[in-house]
T-cell receptor, first 115, second 112 residues
Framework: KAGVTQTPRYLIKTRGQQVTLSCSPI?????VSWYQQTPGQGLQFLFE???????NKGNFPGRFSGRQFSNSRSEMNVSTLELGDSALYLC??????????????FGPGTRLTVL | ELKVEQNPLFLSMQEGKNYTIYCNYS?????LYWYRQDPGKSLESLFV?????AVKQEGRLMASLDTKARLSTLHITAAVHDLSATYFC????????????FGTGTRLQVFP
């Protein structure tokens, strides 16, 4: 079974631009979550989508948004980029069952650098 | 606000020694995960702990969960260099494994 894939793997943008990152979950997984990892703030939850609906949201400004398509693939968008948005963005997928063994599997990440 | 704290933040240990990483969290949860991250890489799942008293072991690593104390531990036995990495615990507050709150991470360095 293929794992979680993310594209692109590396991205360089300048302040004020916007960026779109893509994530394809493991086949059969309907939940996709996004996380931001920075040296200063660590790993922080951005949001989660299930069946094309945002179910959970972290404490990030509205510049950060996402969506999920009918095939469970997800995109996240960051508008008006700031230097502090430079980070590793990780996508994770899960079956999102409420009982039994359930876990998130992470993709390789997209390394975003804002200049 | 949920807080997940790990200690130590940095651990330098000699090969062959034992040590424990602690993960304390501030809300009730009976689901906790441990991940490993190598430099520049993504997160690799190590353990899934789904109930109070759960204990899982894989090789030189053993993880346990005490939900009453809101504490999980990751014990390293006879460390080897290949275990050098950053280890994260993560609390599942949704119980669906779709929203994890991560600890600060423990950077482990094992030297000869």
């Amino acid at each position: 079974k293929a794992g979680v894939t993310q594209t692109p793997r590396y991205l360089i943008k300048t302040r004020g631009q916007q960026v779109t990152l893509s994530c394809s979950p493991i086949s059969g997984h309907r939940s996709v979550s996004w996380y931001q990892q920075t040296p200063g703030q660590g790993l922080q939850f951005l949001f989660e989508y299930f069946s094309e609906t945002q179910r959970n949201k972290g404490n990030f400004p509205g510049r950060f948004s996402g969506r999920q398509f009918s095939n469970s693939r997800s995109e996240m968008n960051v508008s008006t980029l700031e230097l502090g948005d430079s980070a590793l963005y990780l996508c994770a997928s899960s079956l999102a069952f409420t009982s039994g063994h359930n876990e998130q599997f992470f993709g390789p990440g997209t390394r975003l650098t804002v200049l | 606000e949920l807080k997940v704290e790990q200690n130590p933040l940095f651990l330098s240990m000699q090969e062959g020694k034992n040590y424990t990483i602690y993960c304390n969290y501030s809300t009730t949860s009976d689901r906790l995960y441990w991940y490993r991250q190598d430099p520049g890489k993504s997160l690799e799942s190590l353990f899934v702990l789904l109930s109070n008293g759960a204990v899982k072991q894989e090789g030189r690593l053993m993880a346990s969960l005490d939900t009453k104390a809101r504490l999980s531990t990751l014990h390293i036995t006879a460390a080897v260099h290949d275990l050098s990495a950053t280890y994260f615990c993560a609390v599942d507050i949704s119980k669906r494994a779709d929203k994890l709150i991560f600890g600060t991470g423990t950077r482990l360095q094992v030297f000869p």
